[in-house]
């Protein structure tokens, strides 16, 4: 008996099924009239097959009103096409499907807008007709990918005696970073839960349990404000060890990493090669890249150049301003670019000034001179102590500089090596330092500082994560007045300037714990409050222990070469973070309030407009 629905999917025919009788189903891609023949592509998740009916068909009447993107099953025979006829494109263009009969599953709408062509609807209506967009085939491939990464990530840890583990979802609010994502409790009045925005406390007492390997495709929530490379839901590669140093982080999941973009390294049709560079201290990222997490593939660094530009044959006052109040001033090399065209600076200039600033000032080194803005404010001897002092700049160099407090200039210097490095490729591609492609550039940023100053508020707190242990552990606490300077046991893994994965090796003595947290202004009522289950857990034996937690969506984003995380996801919120499609978030009723005890407090425009509505 034949199948109800499929003998094939629509990916399967080939020559040798000629003159089989076969049925598929799928949704009409296309339809083409070609005088007496009506050609239907037929689609499913596998592939496409040409279906054809004549005008002289019983059915023909019908078939031909039915809309694109209808659901319908086709039962016929498999024909050979002419020679003439065959597209070498599809792995089924060698036949076609006549239609003996034909069912209409489920009819379609009008479109709101293309399946079968990319019509550059906008975000917006893609999202809130999200099923639909899905059945593109980019749409359908950038999923897949993403299914078979967590599968290949899968694979690879319980390779390696990796136990997996889901943890609680709902769970109690922690000053980790971030806002919470709160759910009020009904059967507590006015207590509520928080969605986690890592699994971090979980996975370390699984070490305290005694689990030596843990690892998690887990769901992590962060009500943070939206961006290309950021969602309020996210996924990652969560992972935790016992009995391990940082290098033994390293050594376990770099394999893995690479071992996923080399398998997947072919998905855009121009394979990248895969390099991991050195490991770069925090302090030297932030002076040569401006960046803790460095684009690698441009060349350009940055360079502190502050004693200079305070020497007494120095008179450019607007930077001796600004150094007098504690300021700093960057260089950025730029090599083989003081012939390019005034636009090039300007343009420049003019992006600065977009980004808040008063401008980008340049010496350009031109026949043993040097030229530019700036120039004339420098003496000859300081001018050759700058040369010296940025890496040996010759003829033909440039520098571009910027000047600010200390928290402010390096991120600015950061983005300003981009701009300068982008506007080199835009003169020239060719160019030995526009930014290199064609590679995937890790890296492993390492030696974070434990703590942090606020410059403004002169408030000391943790500078990444509060749970990692100094790297000179109890010791490096003793000396109030140093605290800036200690380091951690804390890492990110970095790649293309993106920050895939961060971890660190974790605090696990609750004597140091109490003390690092004291140091930050929290006091041990606050620890016991809101990390009591974990420092409670410490005092009956805890391991050595460290991991980390790698970001799957970007890491799928990478491998698609795709700029926004919203496009490798199935489902997903826009900018704002409303899921178009489902009406989320949406209001709910006085009654469901009611159950949960909540009252509502809205600003003053919403109740306005409600009353006004």
Known sequence: MIHAFRTHTCNDLRADHVGETVKLSGWIHRKRDHGGLLFIDLRDTHGLTQCVIDTD??????????????????????????????????????????????????AAKTLPFQVAVDD???????????????????MQRKIRLRNAVIASMRQRMTAQDFQEFQTPI??????????????????????????????????????????????QIAPCFRDEDGRADRLAEFYQLDVEMSFVTQDDVFNTMQPVIEGVFEEFNDFTGTPHKIE?????????????????????????????????????????????SVIEKGGVVRAIKAPRTADFPRSFFDKLNDWARGEGAPGLGYIQFMEGSAKGPIAKFISEHAIDVLRENTDHVVDGDSLFFVCDMPSKAAPFAGRARDAVCDAIGTIDAEHPYARETGVFKFCWVVDFPMYERDEETGVLDFSH???????????????????????????????????????????????????????????????????????????????????????????????????????????VMNGQYQDLMMGAPSKVDDAQLKDLHIKLSLPKEMVKKDEAA
């Not at 009020?184 to 699994?199: D, E, I, N, T, V």
């Not at 007492?205 to 690892?215: A, E, N, R």
């Not at 609750?510 to 006091?523: N, S, V």
Request: aromatic fraction near 12%.
């Open 276 to 320: 991991w560079m050195p490991h770069i201290t925090y302090k030297e990222a932030m002076l040569r890249y401006g960046s803790d997490k460095p684009d690698l593939r441009n060349p350009l660094e940055i360079f502190d150049v502050t004693a200079i530009f305070n020497r007494d044959d120095v008179e450019f006052k607007a930077f001796k």
């Open 120 to 138: 550059n609807a906008g975000e917006d209506l893609r999202l809130q007709y999200r099923f639909l967009d899905l059945r593109r085939e980019d």
């Open 465 to 571: 994560n509060p749970f990692s242990m100094p790297q000179n552990g109890a010791a490096d606490l003793e000396d109030e007045s140093n605290l800036e300077n200690v380091l951690a046991f804390q890492y990110d893994c970095v790649c293309n300037g993106f920050e895939l994965a961060s971890g660190a090796i974790r605090n696990h003595k609750p004597e140091i714990m109490e003390r690092a947290f004291a140091l930050a202004g929290y006091d041990k009522s606050v620890l016991e409050e809101k990390f009591g289950g974990m420092l409670s857990a410490f005092q009956y034996g805890a391991p050595p222990h460290g991991g980390c937690a790698f970001g799957i969506d970007r890491i799928v984003m990478l491998l698609a070469d795709e700029p926004n995380l919203r496009e490798v996801y199935a489902f």
């Open 170 to 215: 709902l769970t109690a609010s922690s000053p980790e970073g971030a806002r919470d994502y709160l759910v009020p409790s009904r059967l507590h009045p006015g207590m509520f839960y928080a969605l986690p925005q890592a699994p971090q406390q979980f996975k370390q007492l699984l070490m305290i349990g005694g689990f030596d390997k843990y690892f």
């Open 57 to 106: 068909h019983v059915q023909f009447s019908d078939v031909e009103s039915w809309r694109v993107e209808s659901v319908i099953t086709v039962t016929g025979k498999v024909i050979a096409r002419s020679d003439d006829t065959i597209n070498d494109k599809l792995p089924t263009g060698h036949i076609e499907v006549g239609i003996d009969t034909a069912e209409l599953q489920s």
